[in-house]
């Protein structure tokens, strides 16, 4: 189970929205902001801010840990803005219950699509 849920995450990340097609060119994107927190133990939290306006944040908790119930806990979001200036934010939970996205759309994020 450990495994699909990192598995998820990968996924998740590598399904998310890449530099914008147009407006400013991707080679000119500034990294504004770059956290990251790893105990190596099972817990972990980074964020990164982009020039572009992309934003991610995610923080993690092993539970259960040495037991046949161990699973990784994610939550986290991220943000960008299409082309056509439209603002998406998602957050989401991935743990014992699945991957769970909430997505809001919109200038502020303030439509829901869940």
Same mark, same amino acid.
């Given at each position: 189970?450990?495994?699909?849920?990192?598995? %998820?995450?990968?996924?998740?990340?590598?399904?998310?929205?890449?530099?914008?097609? &147009?407006?400013?060119?991707?080679?000119? %994107?500034?990294?504004?902001?770059?956290? @990251?927190?790893?105990?190596?133990? #099972?817990?972990?939290?980074?964020?990164?801010?982009?020039?572009?306006?992309?934003?991610? !944040?995610?923080?993690? !908790?092993?539970? /259960?840990?040495? @037991?046949? /119930? !161990?699973?990784?806990? %994610?939550? #986290? &979001?991220? &943000?960008? @803005?299409?082309?056509?200036?439209?603002?998406?934010?998602?957050?989401?939970?991935?743990?014992?219950?699945?991957? /769970?996205? @909430?997505?809001?759309?919109?200038?502020?994020?303030?439509? &829901?699509?869940?």
């Amino acid at each position: 189970m450990k495994l699909l849920l990192i598995l %998820v995450c990968v996924a998740v990340a590598a399904a998310a929205p890449q530099a914008q097609r &147009s407006g400013p060119n991707p080679d000119d %994107v500034q990294i504004l902001k770059y956290e @990251t927190d790893n105990d190596g133990l #099972g817990t972990y939290k980074y964020a990164f801010e982009l020039s572009d306006g992309t934003k991610k !944040e995610e923080q993690g !908790e092993l539970k /259960n840990a040495g @037991t046949d /119930n !161990e699973i990784m806990s %994610v939550k #986290g &979001s991220y &943000s960008w @803005t299409a082309p056509d200036g439209v603002t998406y934010l998602v957050t989401y939970v991935a743990d014992e219950n699945g991957f /769970n996205p @909430t997505i809001e759309q919109g200038p502020g994020t303030g439509g &829901s699509r869940g």
